[in-house]
């Protein structure tokens, strides 16, 4: 016989807010849908661990989906209409993408954006040399990594390089079985006493991450750096370069391991790169999703995948430059932006068109690990297993450098989610004064779009084997989807 709950138990769950674990709501159908989503999303990581083969694949898809090139859109002498798909590939390291709706596009879009780099190792521009009979690579850290953690991490090697041909030579090296891959080497435990005395931060500096990459010499008496040598020998006969050429090349040391399963009960997925492709992948899919429907979105449907946000979304290929608005202006300048709302210039369209849209920034959130709880405020951390984790402000030691979403676009968002069942969990990146980060939000809210930040909660963030839910993973593509729909 069940006991009938008592007033305080009623008004408890009428008035509190319990998190529940999404493995134990969700449907089975839904169950076997998030498994057979973790498989597409770690064959997507495993063809592009870096934000060039990301662009490369994603833009393909694309293609396959029947979406034009901005550039041959823009010659077409014909208006692009509702329903028209467009892409933006911008210096092959970053995208932007549309379906346009039946509203005008001056009325706002709806938008997911997030980025497809991730913290990793670069090849400094003359990075090749000898010492002691080793060749080795120097190297420079991009993003915030933990140094210590890339030691004895086999490494692959990605990135393009041009000859004096001028024609790209594209580098990938350490993902097949048989490549070899690369180190950097740690010092044995019976020698380290003077470095077991340092700070963990000072165990290694950014200059001695260098890259173990041979040990043979060329066969010639009077040659000098012989094992230099025979390695610069053996990139001149596979990409037809000389030293010369790592001046202007851009290649890229990342975790040679595949994505794995992680768990006996196979939960989670372990790889490099989740923050944040995890998020780009649940975007890409819920754009590609609206797309393939017979019947265009009621408001244009966008998604931003950006470059450089580890180290701040400079340059030409990140949120801080003006592609997306570009693309905005593009858009409504064969949508016919002149013609809408009582004949206002395409600039001030444009600037209705951004703000009247709305955006979730999709990246990823620290997971609590209980390892490390501490730093961690239980009350709003997020949670491996319990959905799509919502941040309202990001930044650090007071939100300084970071987006604070408006509470009513929050409502909105968190209303869409309600509605359509998605499960979602508060996101504060850890205690007061502990630490916080940055998303590209802040730039996507500079140009007046409305802006929240949500995403997958992951643990080891910025290690070379980041952790994250399968559940979440799909968690955060429906509620991405359910925002694209519904806004």
């Known amino acids: 016989m069940t006991e009938e709950k008592t007033e305080g138990e009623k008004l408890g769950e009428k008035l509190g807010f319990k998190i529940k674990n999404t493995w134990e709501t969700a449907e089975d159908a839904d169950l076997e849908a998030a498994e057979a989503f973790a498989r597409r999303y770690k064959a997507f990581l495993n063809a592009g661990k870096t934000e060039r083969e990301l662009t490369e694949q994603t833009a393909a898809r694309l293609r396959e989906a029947g979406f034009a090139d901005i550039e041959d859109a823009l010659r077409a002498p014909e208006a692009l209409g509702p329903g028209a798909k467009v892409y933006q590939n911008i210096h092959g390291k970053a995208l932007n993408f549309a379906v346009l709706g039946k509203r005008p596009l001056a009325e706002g879009a709806v938008i997911v954006g997030a980025h497809l780099d991730s913290p990793r190792i670069d090849l400094k521009t003359n990075p090749v040399y ?20 890339w030691l004895t991490v086999p490494l692959a090697l990605h990135g393009v390089i041009f000859g004096k041909d001028g024609e790209k030579k594209t580098i990938r090296v350490g ?25 963990i931060t000072e165990y290694i500096t950014g200059e001695e991450l260098d890259i173990l990459a041979g040990s043979r010499p060329y066969k010639d008496e009077k040659a000098a750096d012989k094992v230099k040598l025979n390695l610069l020998r053996i990139l001149n006969e596979k990409y037809g370069i000389t030293e010369a050429d790592f001046a202007g090349a851009e290649i890229e040391a990342v975790p040679a391991q595949k994505a794995r399963d992680v768990g006996f009960d196979r939960s989670m997925i372990g790889a490099y790169g989740h923050d944040d492709k995890c998020c780009a992948f649940a975007s890409i899919e819920a754009v590609l999703d609206i797309a393939r429907r017979a019947e265009a979105p009621q408001k244009a449907v966008v998604c931003a995948l950006t470059d450089k946000e580890e180290i701040g979304s400079m340059g030409n290929t990140g949120a801080e430059a003006r592609n997306f608005e570009d693309f905005i202006a593009f858009l409504l300048a064969k949508n016919g932006a002149k013609a809408v709302g009582g004949g206002f210039s395409g600039d001030i369209e444009l600037r209705r068109a951004l703000g009247n849209s709305a955006m979730l920034s999709s990246d990823v959130n620290a997971a609590f690990d209980p390892n490390f709880a501490p730093v961690f405020d239980k009350k709003t951390c997020s949670y491996l297993g319990k959905g799509i984790a919502i941040s309202k402000y990001t ?24 509605k359509n069942g998605v499960r979602w969990q508060f996101g504060n990146l850890g205690k007061v004064d502990k630490g916080g980060g940055g998303t590209i939000a802040l730039h996507f809210a500079r140009l007046g779009i409305e ?22 993973l799909w968690t955060t593509y429906q509620g991405y989807l359910a925002f694209l729909q519904d806004v």
């Open 130 to 149: 000898e010492d002691t009979e080793f060749a080795l690579f120097d190297t420079h850290y991009y993003g915030g990594i933990k140094k210590w953690q």
């Open 175 to 199: 993902e097949d079985e048989d490549d070899p891959v690369f180190v950097i080497t740690d010092l044995l435990p019976h020698l380290s006493r003077d470095y077991d005395d340092k700070k």
């Open 395 to 418: 930044g650090s030691r007071g939100k300084y450098g970071g987006s604070d979403a408006n509470a009513e676009f929050l409502h909105k968002v968190l209303a869409i989610l309600d």
């Open 451 to 472: 802006v929240l930040d949500c995403g997958i909660p992951v643990l080891s963030m910025h290690s070379p084997f980041e952790v994250i839910s399968k559940i979440d």
